[in-house]
């Protein structure tokens, strides 16, 4: 022992003496740690001193730590004059400080001598340096208090919790002083793990001041301390948890601009010496190996698992943030390509963290990460990143092209292990990163082969090859296999369009094999071909088959996302019509090029008989294949073929208003349905009746009705514009209605307007009358109705617009469901200007029949409400306003019957008037709270107890802080109602009566 100490002193010794040091006024005992710690003032931190100086002179068995606490006072000149200063609390703190490097040393030497032997069967006994549970507490409130009164009053502004004026003195020397000391206890694990889980951000502070702090915070340090407090700096963030140093750094670096989310808020803004320093730090954590999980697990606070790991997995901003982190590249490091080099397998290995919980936050990080260096670097990611994580795969991809036979016995390419964990990183980046990038999708392409090949392996049996080894049927089971599995994977791509671009693009490959069938002769059969000749014409019949097989697979599988594009159809069917019109079918390819023919005119048959739900924009795609469709009903050779050709020109030029019989059997056939079922025009079909090609459309594709099909003749589009020119489309043949009804119908698609508008007024006017024939057709007549709404004749729309409300005040209960959906879910494809404005028209329609309704409107009061507050949503401005307009003017005329939906009606006029940046829909919103006081009158207190002062406090927040003028003008308004109903329900008019009473 230093100084001649004696080496019996037990550290219970210095722990009774710093528990004197510790003990509160008239406090005799301090065994037990007390809940709340009392403050000690200065006159008990004298007193205290006093006593443990007069135990430690004249007490039996203090001499040892007397003399042990002399020599460590000799090595420490600082604490030694503060102990004998007149300041209290310094004196405390150094007398704590000089107590715990005595306690430091003895700890040491127990520590440094031989461990006892452990008896035989008795457990091993605890470490010589093993301090007890009320040792431990002691040496926690000793800690506590040396840290408080000599560490923290001296630390700048700013770093530490307790603003005030500093102590007097020098504070750099005092601060070194304490710190050093701190710095050495930390050394020690019994007394470096309390002080550091305690204390470890105000120690950090202390000496990033000291060793890295401008000179005028470190007056009277030398040069060499300061060298020393930077060692100790780093020598205590490279011992403790790496997660727990990161969260202290970045509170000490406090909230950048940025707000990169800290785990713990920290005392205040930091200085910028200070931020620039634990920035530096932290990049040093990071380029450390496994920096980059501990700099994650440090930000995200998720390394414990549980429900706070939980909570954090679903902060996608923290991950994102933490992403951003990564990606950037810290000053210190070398070059880039050095920081991509040391971090990327890092971050691949964040991809593979077992921990459930904390995977979810990992695994975002890293994803997000590998994103943003491929948008930021594409080449370094390339380099660093993709291959690395594709390797297995490219492996794989690489020995593909060598033959079977090349491999030796028993060559393993990629263990299995490997490639799984390959395909789930995979999975992982790609799939659920959901990056569309030139960078990814080009890296991606390299490998599919090698995926796809997994998959169909997969797919396959235990045992999928039979007991011959016939290299053919191999071959073929093989193709078979792969064909199943591409038409599987097919079949979950349908609503992306993906399928029906791969099927129209086979279909093109089977109409170029037909034209190939016909110009190349075959060259197995004639003499004297060469070897390279042979083998061309076969790999040919290859590919052949192969697009044959595709295609059976693909029109037996999933046909029908073919419907998914109008685009798509087109273009498919104009080059097939063509070939047909160039060159009819003739020679060895005539029956693949007549299946071809007839599957392209069935596709058309199919889209006009009723399949999808086409549009105005639809039909100027299809008025494509007209010229084409004129001239092969000319020039075709087949009569059937022509036929059909001319009818779908006709259904094509009067937008399916009149469709022949023999569209409706082309479309049966495509649909797969039974052709003894006959053809239908729109006017004949009866409610609930299946329409032509209707019971086999697909749900999921562009165009289809969300309802059954079976309903389209009520659900027909709104958005059927019929065309502007051309002839009058003839009346159908095969339609029931009576001759001058039918005339009715085909004028109502007249290219003049005013005829038009008088066949709406005529049929408007059949409706009023309750026509028997024409309430037959209501169906019919709404389709008629809904077309003509959107002509841009305000003569024609506005007659429209009368037939409709007439016919669904007829029949609301079958007409006005219809109604609601097409004014909230327009069809797609249509989110244009047009679209809005027969949106806007619709709702005139449901508001005149709001107004025909009168009190029996209540029976559909929630759906009309819902529908109106949809439409408040709507990304178009206009279409907002008008459906505020409509809803203001709903709830005027309901009235005392609005009930609870009213709360529904306040929070959202209240949110659009606040927030909506078009003045015009703001506007709005204020003026649904005029109409509705103006249509509730006396009963305000009554309808709307509940929201009244929410609506009180909107109009006057309107009134002071919006900008628009019509908008304060109606808020005006509305304060004036609100005013004038309140004082004649508050003040009511005094009436004079006479009263006459019979006395009895």
């Known amino acids: ?61 203090w001499a040892s730590l007397r003399s042990l606490r002399a020599a460590v006072l000799s090595r420490n000149p600082a604490l030694a004059a503060g102990a004998a200063g007149a300041e209290p609390g310094w004196a405390a703190a150094c007398g704590l400080l ?74 750099g020397a005092r601060l070194l002083a304490a710190a050093a000391a701190l710095a050495e206890l930390a050394r020690l694990p019994a007394l470096g793990v ?75 803004p930091a200085p910028a010496w200070l931020r620039r320093l634990c920035g530096h730090l932290l990049s040093e954590r990071l380029l450390r190996p496994n920096g980059v999980q501990a700099v994650v697990r440090g930000v995200l606070e998720g390394t414990g698992g549980g429900a706070g790991a939980e909570a954090a997995a679903l902060d996608w901003r923290k991950c994102d943030a933490v992403a951003k982190i990564l990606a950037s590249c810290p000053q210190q490091c070398l070059s880039l390509e050095d920081y991509y080099r040391q971090v990327c397998p890092q971050i691949l290995d964040l991809l593979h963290i077992q921990d459930k919980v904390a995977a979810r936050q990992f695994q975002r990080v890293a994803t997000t990460t590998v994103l943003t260096m491929a948008r930021e670097h594409p080449q370094l990611a390339e380099r660093h990143l993709l291959r690395p994580l594709l390797s297995p795969l490219l492996r794989c991809s690489e020995a593909a092209e060598l033959a079977v036979e090349d491999l030796a016995a028993g060559t393993m390419l990629v263990p299995e292990a490997e490639l799984g964990c390959c395909v789930e990183d995979v999975l992982k980046v790609y799939v659920v990163g959901n990056d569309s990038s030139s960078l990814m999708l080009g890296s991606l392409q390299s490998v599919l082969g090698v995926v796809f090949s997994l998959y169909s392996f997969a797919k396959q049996n235990v045992s999928y090859l039979r007991d011959e080894d016939e290299a053919l049927y191999q071959k073929i089971s ?43 002769p075959n060259l197995a059969v004639e003499p004297g071909g060469s070897l390279l000749e042979l083998e061309q014409e076969q790999t040919r019949q290859e590919r052949k088959l192969l697009v044959l097989q595709l295609v059976a697979a693909l029109c037996e599988s999933v046909s029908d996302t073919v419907f998914t594009d109008i685009v798509q159809v087109q273009e498919f069917v104009a080059a097939v ?42 039909f100027s795609v299809l008025k494509r294949l007209v010229p084409l469709l004129e001239e092969l009903s000319h020039s075709y050779p087949e009569p ?93 043949a095969d339609s029931p209605a009576p001759a001058g009804l039918q005339e009715l119908l085909v004028s109502a698609y007249d290219p003049q307007p005013p005829t038009r508008a008088a066949a709406l007024r005529h049929l408007a006017s059949l409706v009023t009358q309750r026509d028997p024939e024409a309430l037959r057709l209501q169906e019919k007549l709404l389709q008629v109705f809904l077309e003509n709404v959107q002509h841009e004749d305000a003569f024609v729309y506005l007659s429209a617009i009368q037939g409709v409300a007439l016919l669904s005040s007829e029949y609301p209960e079958q007409i006005l469901p219809v109604l609601l959906a097409r004014y909230e879910c327009p069809a797609q494809g249509t989110e244009d200007a047009m679209a809005t ?133 109606h808020a005006q308004l509305a304060l004036e109602e609100l005013d004038t109903v309140m004082r004649r329900v508050l003040f009511p008019p005094q009436t004079l009566e006479k009263k006459i009473i019979v006395l009895p």
């Open 1 to 61: 022992m230093a100084g001649g100490a004696d080496p019996e002193l037990e550290p219970g010794r210095v722990v009774e003496a710093l528990e004197l040091l510790l003990r509160p006024h008239g406090d005799r005992d301090s065994a037990a740690e007390p809940a709340q710690e009392p403050a000690l003032c200065p006159e008990t931190l004298r007193k205290n001193a006093v006593a443990l100086e007069e135990r430690l002179s004249r007490a039996a068995g």
């Open 98 to 171: 000089a107590l715990l490097l005595c306690l430091k040393e003895r700890l040491s030497a127990l520590a440094a001598a031989p461990a006892a032997a452990a008896a035989p069967g008795a457990p091993p006994p605890p470490a010589a340096d093993t301090l007890s549970a009320g040792q431990a507490r002691t040496v926690r409130r000793a800690l506590r208090a040396a840290v408080g009164l000599g560490l923290l009053p001296h630390l700048p502004p700013g770093l530490g919790p307790c603003p005030g004026p500093p102590p007097p003195g020098p504070g």
């Open 194 to 268: 309390p002080l550091l889980a305690s204390h470890l951000r105000l120690l950090l502070a202390g000496l990033c001041v000291l060793g890295h702090g401008p000179a005028a915070l470190c007056q009277g340090v030398s040069e060499a301390d300061r060298a020393r407090c930077r060692e100790a700096l780093q020598d205590i963030l490279d011992r403790v948890y790496q997660p727990l140093a990161v969260q202290e750094l970045l509170v000490l670096q406090g909230p950048p601009k940025q707000s990169v989310p800290c785990p713990r808020a920290g005392p205040g």
């Open 478 to 520: 093989s193709e078979q296999c792969h064909v199943q599995s591409l038409v599987e994977l097919l079949s979950h791509c349908q609503k992306s369009g993906l399928a029906g671009d791969f099927f129209i693009h086979c279909l093109k490959e089977l109409a170029q094999v037909a034209a190939e069938d016909e110009a190349a």
């Open 577 to 618: 019509l063509q070939r047909a019109c160039v060159s009819p079918a003739q020679g060895p390819g005539a029956a693949a090029e007549a299946q071809t023919l007839a599957m392209a005119m069935g596709l058309v048959a199919a889209l006009l008989g009723g399949a999808v739900q086409l549009q105005s924009s639809d």
């Open 640 to 732: 059937l073929t022509q036929e059909l050709a001319s009818d779908l020109r006709i259904a094509i030029c009067t937008h399916g208003a009149c469709a022949p019989g023999t569209v409706g059997a082309a479309a049966d056939s495509v649909l797969g349905r039974k052709l003894g079922m006959g053809a239908q025009s729109p006017a004949d079909i009866p409610s609930g009746a299946p329409s032509p090609g209707g019971s086999q459309a697909p749900p999921q594709h562009r165009h289809s009705n969300p309802s059954a099909h079976g309903e389209r003749s009520t659900e027909q589009s709104a958005g059927h514009e019929p065309s502007a020119t051309g002839s009058t489309p003839a009346p159908c």
């Open 837 to 969: 404005v027969t949106r806007m028209k619709l709702g005139e329609v449901l508001m005149r029949i709001t107004r025909a309704l009168g009190d029996m409107v209540f029976q559909h009061r929630e759906p009309l409400i819902r529908t109106f507050l949809r439409g408040a949503r709507d990304p178009d401005g206009a279409l907002r306003a008008s459906s505020l307009s409509n809803l203001g003017e709903l709830c005027q005329y309901l009235g005392f019957q609005l009930g609870s939906i009213v709360q529904e009606v306040t929070c959202c006029v209240t949110a659009i008037a606040r927030t909506d940046p078009d003045a015009e829909v703001r506007r709005a919103a204020v003026h649904v709270v005029v109409l509705l006081l103006r249509g509730l009158s006396e009963k305000v207190t009554e309808v709307l107890q509940d929201v009244l002062r929410d609506l009180y406090r909107l109009l006057k927040h309107v009134v002071t802080a919006e900008r628009d003028g019509a908008a304060v003008l």
